[in-house]
């Protein structure tokens, strides 16, 4: 889901998002959203939401349950007195699984505000397995990167990327394929947020042979599904083992 962000206002993003969410007029397994989807990328500490009582959660429960899918993206949180720019996979069993963005954009003032994770998480559904990153993340392939054997199948990426820098955007998406024989889905905003930046979108889904199964343009609003082949994804992992040649190193975080 491609659309703009309302700027600091949790109660109005939460009501766009579950009309499009209610929209579908067929049935998903996943949705993905843009980053920070109910307050933009934004620094007020007074938005931050207790992760033990957040109202986002409780509606990211209740869709995930209501129309029996799961939901991909992240928010403001907060938890021990600490803030995080927080991704959640809401499965519709009720759950969330959380992970926090490991890379913070320093430049915009990000690493002065959250504090940066430091586990990366993979998330298994429908026989599927998710690895959530955001935004800042798609930057860093030692960070995304597809360990021997495959952590992962989709790379999920959520995001507040401007239009400034669009260009690295649409690049890294495809190296991040090659890199991971994987499927990539990248998902970022359009409009102008508070801060005078604009945001021009190119979400897009990339299979391993870096077919686009869905792609938008430029400041496109709109919902768009893809059909992801993970028979072929494995197919394709078997005919070309490049993994097998990888460099084995260890992160420390």
Known sequence: MQYPIEWADIGKNLKITEERIAN????????VLPEMFTT???ST????EDINNSRTANKLKEWAGKYNLA??????AKEADKLYNRMFFALPSGEIIYSDKRHLYAHGGEAEFFTAGSQRRVVEYKGVKFCMLACYDLRFPVWSRNASGFDYDVLLYTANWPEIRIKYWDALLQARVIENQCIVCGIN????????????GHSAVIDTYLNQLVSFGDNEQATKIATLDINALHIFREHS???????????VT
């Open 241 to 251: 083992p490049l993994w097998k040649d990888a460099d084995k190193f260890e992160i």
């Open 45 to 48: 500490s007074s938005l931050a």
């Open 189 to 200: 905003r359009v409009g102008d947020d508070g801060l005078g930046l604009h945001y021009n």
């Open 24 to 31: 579908l007029h067929t049935k998903v397994d996943l949705v």
């Open 71 to 76: 939901i991909f993206g992240s928010f403001m």
């Open 40 to 42: 933009g990328f934004c």
